[in-house]
């Protein structure tokens, strides 16, 4: 069914109690502010990505030599591997302290084998090592920021209902507070179940083990270790 942002912009004026839905009607500066509001509460789950039930995978070539790759709108990471003749191999995420503080040779190009990312403006910053020495395919399973909503857009086609009801009842409370109006108990309550439902219910979370070896170092970066392979097992 289709559900417009135009539609979710005045159901959230009519909940809020701005626009009463049998007297009024919302205006063009209203569609306009609404759609403003509304892009500022999708801007800002990129800082509490928990807010985003969506996982992203996304495909990208290595350069040759290459560290750091820039992923637009690239908000968390999950897992990064690589596919050499057909078969994918997996990469070790390693803390910040580790990778940019730990003893490295700087020229050799190899087989990746750990990974890190930084947010930075409009994205991240995804490092590698060691460089890449031929042209791999990338893939990153992520979260990756929601795009801006423009008005008349359909939003049935991009995302699920419920999280549009979320956006309405967070919408109308975000009208409540510019126009210094009280919440309505029922937006609120709305508001806080639908909160609750994403961020504990629609992210899958791994809980699996991973057993490693006491005889097996966990740190530091050596030349058998990267002419053994370690960590290059297919899935």
Same mark, same amino acid.
């Given at each position: 069914?289709?559900?417009?942002?135009?539609q979710l !912009?005045?159901?959230?004026?009519?909940?809020?109690?701005?626009?009463?839905?049998? #007297?009024?009607t919302?205006?063009?500066?209203? &569609?306009s502010?609404?759609?403003?509001w %509304?892009?500022?509460?999708?801007?800002?789950?990129?800082?509490?990505n928990?807010m985003? $039930?969506?996982? /992203?995978?996304?495909?990208?070539?290595?350069v *040759?030599?290459?560290?750091?790759y820039?992923?637009?709108?690239?908000?968390? @990471?999950?897992?990064?591997?690589?596919f &050499?003749?057909? !078969?994918?191999?997996?990469?070790?995420?390693?803390?910040?302290?580790?990778?940019?503080?730990?003893?490295?040779? =700087?020229?050799?190009?190899?087989? $990746?084998f750990?990974w890190?990312f930084?947010r @930075?403006?409009g994205?991240?910053n995804?490092?590698i090592? #060691?460089?890449?020495?031929?042209?791999?395919?990338?893939?990153?399973h992520g979260?990756?920021?929601? $795009?801006?909503?423009?008005?008349?857009?359909?939003?049935s %086609? =991009? %995302?699920d209902e419920?999280?549009?009801?979320?956006?309405? #009842?967070? &919408?109308?409370?975000? *009208?409540?507070?510019?126009y210094?109006?009280?919440? $309505?108990?029922?937006?609120?309550?709305?508001?806080?179940?639908?909160?609750a439902?994403?961020?504990?219910?629609s992210?899958?979370?791994?809980?699996?083990?991973?057993?490693?070896? /006491?005889?097996q170092?966990?740190t530091?970066?050596?030349?058998e270790?990267?002419? &053994?392979?370690?960590g290059?097992?297919?899935?």
């Open positions: 069914m289709v559900y417009t942002t135009t !912009i005045t159901s959230a004026f009519n909940a809020s109690g701005v626009v009463s839905k049998e #007297f009024a919302v205006t063009g500066e209203q &569609l502010d609404g759609l403003t %509304l892009n500022n509460i999708i801007s800002e789950k990129t800082v509490d928990s985003i $039930p969506y996982e /992203t995978t996304y495909n990208f070539n290595a *040759i030599g290459q560290e750091i820039f992923i637009a709108n690239l908000i968390s @990471v999950d897992t990064l591997t690589f &050499l003749n057909s !078969i994918r191999y997996s990469m070790q995420f390693t803390k910040r302290n580790q990778y940019f503080g730990s003893n490295r040779a =700087t020229n050799i190009n190899s087989l $990746p750990v890190y930084e @930075v403006y994205g991240a995804l490092y090592y #060691f460089n890449p020495s031929q042209t791999f395919a990338m893939e990153i979260v990756f920021r929601l $795009p801006d909503a423009v008005l008349g857009q359909d939003l %086609l =991009t %995302l419920f999280y549009t009801t979320y956006l309405h #009842f967070a &919408l109308a409370q975000r *009208i409540c507070f510019e210094s109006y009280d919440v $309505p108990q029922g937006v609120q309550q709305g508001l806080g179940k639908y909160e439902f994403i961020n504990k219910k992210k899958v979370i791994d809980l699996s083990m991973k057993k490693s070896s /006491t005889l170092p966990i530091g970066v050596s030349y270790w990267a002419n &053994l392979g370690r290059f097992m297919p899935y």
